[in-house]
């Protein structure tokens, strides 16, 4: 029981989300995430404005279940799994984030400053979320896969598109936090 | 209820996401930042495990649970969609310490920022959507 409560090291973690990978597969379907952002667009009527959202969503019903999952999950983890969210990170990132202004610097899975209240009830704070998650919808479907799609099933199928995606992750990702995180935080 | 089955790898998916930290804010910042190898091994592990399973997958050894081979979709070409797509999801997922399958997970931890972000993907997609047919491939 303790191992359960413990932090998984990577050597935990990187062979499990190959086996979920598997076991996606075994069940006959195609290993990914980011499809759900369009399924979800669909349930919400977007077909009336645009053909590209015209598809029966019922023959993804099978996503949509492990989407509930994955909620389920997280509210399970968070509820019991995960009694100290302490991270522990290199002196260096800590020593970073606390000059940007972080408080309580891998305290926690999700820093105050963008994930508390008194972040996201700002104009500004809720704006760096909405428009993150507009980037990372439009992103992920504009390159036809996220993490699980394009650097775990992608890359590990040899495709070329998957290793072009996972360059244009690491350009965006480096833009982002060595050059817009300290912008918008320090 | 076949796919039931699905809810289920959900579920377990989500617990390994959260329980090996792939959905904290701090592990895709030191990620990007170069500052810890936790991410990598992770990511890199998953892949080199796949990569075997998929040539099981290939080689007819491991066949699906109705006895057919398992032919993963092959992925769409182009290099400016790739790349420029990746950059504008490296962006989303650089500041907000999120990619597509954790937004999910992270519903279960930060129910309205997570929310925010979800509300923000789905615009995202629906942007794609609208745009797909003019932009350049």
């Not at chain 1, 909405?130 to 990372?136: A, I, K, R, W, Y």
């Not at chain 2, 579920?11 to 804010?25: E, N, P, Y």
């Not at chain 2, 400016?80 to 962006?91: H, N, Q, V």
Request: positive net charge.
């Amino acid at each position: 029981m303790d191992f359960i409560l413990q932090p998984w090291p990577w050597f935990i973690g990187g062979p499990l989300i190959a086996i979920s990978l598997l076991l996606y597969f075994y069940f006959g379907q195609n290993f990914g995430a980011s499809k759900n952002f369009e399924t979800l667009c669909t349930m919400a009527g977007a077909g009336k404005i645009s053909d590209y959202f015209k598809k029966d969503w019922k023959q993804r019903d099978f996503a949509l279940l492990f989407v509930i999952g994955l909620i389920i999950g997280g509210v399970i983890s968070a509820m019991y799994l995960i009694p100290n969210q302490g991270v522990n990170l290199n002196p260096t990132t800590i020593q970073e984030l606390t000059d940007l202004g972080f408080t309580n610097v891998g305290n926690q899975y999700f820093p105050d400053e963008i994930f508390g209240k008194k972040s996201f009830m700002s104009i500004k704070g809720f704006l760096i979320l909405l428009v993150s998650g507009v980037f990372v919808g439009f992103g992920t479907r504009y390159a036809g896969g996220c993490t699980s799609g394009h650097a775990i099933t992608g890359l590990s199928n040899l495709e070329l598109p998957s290793l072009l995606a996972v360059i244009g992750f690491f350009i965006g990702g480096i833009i982002a936090t060595w050059f817009i995180i300290p912008v918008l935080f320090g | 209820m076949k796919n039931i089955k699905f809810l289920v790898l959900g579920i377990f998916f989500g617990i390994v996401l959260s329980k090996s930290q792939a959905i904290s804010w701090y592990r895709f910042y030191e990620m990007f930042k170069f500052q810890s190898f936790h991410m990598y091994g992770i990511i890199g592990g998953a892949v080199v495990i796949s990569a075997i399973f998929m040539q099981l997958f290939k080689s007819g050894k491991i066949k699906d649970i109705n006895g057919n081979k398992i032919i993963p979709k092959p992925k769409q070409k182009g290099f400016i969609r790739t790349i420029l797509g990746g950059t504008f999801f490296g962006l989303g997922w650089g500041i907000s310490g999120a990619c597509a399958a954790p937004i999910f997970v992270i519903l279960g931890f930060k129910l309205i920022p997570a929310l925010v972000l979800l509300v923000g993907s789905l615009l995202g997609a629906f942007i794609y959507g609208l745009l797909s047919k003019k932009l350049p491939n």
